[in-house]
């Protein structure tokens, strides 16, 4: 109770800090019922910082695997399916020869 009596009486924008080791805390009041409190480590901001390239390097390590496109399966067709291929295009070829040949025979 006697800290939130000690920062209601103090005016806004102003506040206390206080450091101990390289911990440093910050208290500011920044409104009427609003205080704003900030505190920061040498040790606690390096681990922040290899945890966040660590981070970065697992997703881009993750990332690019994710992004390879899948192979490509490419199938043949059987010797059926050659079959009725080489047939279509041969019936094609005989029915544009005949109608040529009909085209021709009506001049």
Known sequence: MFLAGTLKSIPIG??????????????????EDSVEVRATCDSLAREVIYLREELTRIRN????????PPPQIVKEPTGWQWFQI?????AVAVLVLIVIKRRLKRN
């Open 14 to 31: 102003t506040g206390f800090s206080t450091r101990s080791g390289q911990a440093t805390v910050n208290v500011t009041r920044v409104s």
């Open 86 to 90: 080489w047939t279509g295009r041969m």
């Open 61 to 68: 390590e993750t990332g690019e695997e994710v992004e390879e």
